[in-house]
């Protein structure tokens, strides 16, 4: 079953009648489903996809892009989905480092980007064609649909999914047909999900959380996908109710915001069974907020990366009988089929509760970054991925992060790298420095904010620095704040130092 769509063409067949997908309003069975991959991937097959290429996804949480990933996944495409919130360069550098060949979007997004952008569209609600733009509909219309998935090796590319490596610029991390059944087929166990759960998905789909524990989690299982095209408190907690959703994944500010909401009680929520949350660590008060509306409800968090394809390791988070939480800050132990271990610079493996690298060996480990050897080989060495991740186990194998080497950003769930808006910052005329580093939010887990220096006799305000940002990022990169210093301090090298840019602790 190497290729990614073999479980929808199965589901259609074994229950063709079960509701798979609700989405405002309106339910889809399994064949409904894989009618319309069937039909979509002889479309795209028409405009030239086929086995091996390159597609990235640029689309909204809608089934839209649920039949695209198939469809593409059927042809033995590789599918790169596309963060929507992307400014038109960001796409240009997906585009360039994952080597695509097209773009599946629809036309509002399309006119967002450059209007040369070398990259042709496939537009999903295009009624023709027009330049570098394609329209899918008329070709479905023209095309016979896929009888069945193209056979796929165990080591071919199945995804090409965009993540930072040791330059701080995106790379592509390229996932095979093994990596994803090594980790996506036994994620649904691993958060107790089956045929009868029901998921409320209320997340972008275009990143590891909502490609796994929505898309894959239902077409693994059989269940039932609620799906939201964004997330709105009000309207998950009505779905919730309505749909007597058992499942929901969520970061942190997601349940914030639900607790929050005056609706929020038993009755509306007393359904779930289980929440997995993760991108920043879970607050004692809100575990207790969550279990005086949801008494049934086990709280999971854990820690994945997408070069080992997502999951890595998880955890229950529990208050113990004096009210404290259990095991405070800890990510979990190591899941099934995967080693974790803690290595100092050498390469020793670190006495327990001795601070070193984490570093995870499995069959989900990445091929590597595509195009990018030198990266690669830093990133997967002697077999073991380095995480970039400094932590700790303690004598029960639980994991602990304390810092971080790679100094990626969770803002509300969404990585972010200081190099992507270290680089825009340096197109600012006047701007000499830059450094960008995390700081501590009570809602969002942490927001980027920024440091520069200026060239002699050049002096750009924090405003225009930020508007400069605002055009060229997507939003939720854009810094909290700019602060100007004389010099940003360096090392013996003249490298900036970051760490010297973060609050120091107080002593005592």
Known sequence: ???????????????????????????????????GVQAMAGGLAALGIGHGDHVGLLLRASPDFILAQQALFALGAVVTPINILYRAGEVRHAVTCCALGHIVTTRDLADALDADMDCPLILLDAP???????????????????P???????????????TSATTGKAKGVMLSAANLAANYDSTPGWLGLDGDSVILCALPLYNTFGLNQCINAMLVTGCTLVLHARFDATACIDAIAAHRCTFLPAVPTMLQKILDHPSANRDSLGSLRTIMTGGAPVPSALLQRLLAVAPDARLLTGYGLTEATALVTLTEV???????MERER???????????????????PCPTGVNGEIVVRGPNLMAGYYRAPIDSAMALRDGWLRTGDIGHLDADGYAFIVDRKKDVIIRGGQNIYPADIEEILYQVPGVAEAAVIAREDAMLGEVPVAFVAFQPGRHPTPDQMLAHCRTHLAAYKVPATVTVLDEL???PTGKILRRALRPQPVAG
């Not at 800890?330 to 080693?339: E, N, S, Y």
């Open 330 to 348: 800890t990510i979990g132990r190591v899941l099934d089929g995967m080693d974790l271990v803690i290595m100092d610079d050498g390469g020793a």
């Open 148 to 162: 069945a998935p193209v056979p796929l090796q165990p080591e071919e590319m199945a995804m090409l999914l965009l």
């Open 489 to 491: 301090p360096k090392g």
């Open 1 to 35: 079953m190497a290729n990614r769509a073999t479980r929808i063409f199965r589901l259609a067949a074994e229950s063709p009648d079960r509701t798979a997908l609700v989405f405002e309003g309106a339910t889809h069975s399994f064949a409904r489903l894989a009618q």
């Open 318 to 324: 529990r208050l113990g009988a004096d009210g404290a």
């Open 128 to 146: 023709g064609d027009h330049a570098n733009r394609r329209s899918l509909p008329r070709a479905i219309e023209q095309a016979t649909p896929l």
